[in-house]
């Protein structure tokens, strides 16, 4: 994992739901903190192997260390390592 999300406490979670978007079906992404509850992260094209890592929920570091050779969980994988740092600055408790 890259150094600069090492203080991301181990406990933060990233957790998708299904929902209907238009004639698509997408998948919200939520980041879920056991103290805090959850805050919304993103939305993002639903497939079978991107809900089925983080339908339960996935820890951050876990899933930033992830490799697979399944375009869209690589493509999932990218997208939340590009969003950390507004993550990290914008929601107080992602490093508690």
Same mark, same amino acid.
């Given at each position: 994992?890259?150094?600069?999300?090492?203080?991301?406490?181990? %406990?933060?979670?990233?957790? @998708?739901?299904?929902?209907?978007?238009?004639?698509?079906?997408? #998948?919200?992404?939520? +980041?879920?903190?056991?103290?805090?509850?959850?805050?919304?992260?993103?939305? %993002?094209?639903?497939?079978? @192997?991107?809900?089925?890592?983080?339908?339960?929920?996935?820890? #951050?570091?876990?899933? +930033?260390?992830?490799?697979?050779?399944?375009?869209?969980i690589m493509r999932l994988v990218e997208y939340t390592s590009l969003?950390?740092?507004?993550?990290?600055?914008?929601?107080?408790?992602?490093?508690?």
């Amino acid at each position: 994992m890259k150094k600069k999300f090492a203080n991301v406490s181990n %406990r933060i979670r990233l957790s @998708g739901q299904r929902r209907m978007h238009g004639s698509r079906e997408v #998948i919200d992404f939520y +980041l879920v903190h056991p103290v805090y509850g959850r805050e919304y992260a993103f939305t %993002r094209k639903y497939t079978r @192997g991107t809900y089925e890592i983080v339908k339960g929920g996935i820890p #951050i570091k876990d899933l +930033l260390c992830l490799r697979s050779k399944d375009t869209m969980i690589m493509r999932l994988v990218e997208y939340t390592s590009l969003m950390m740092p507004y993550f990290m600055e914008e929601i107080s408790w992602m490093a508690a």
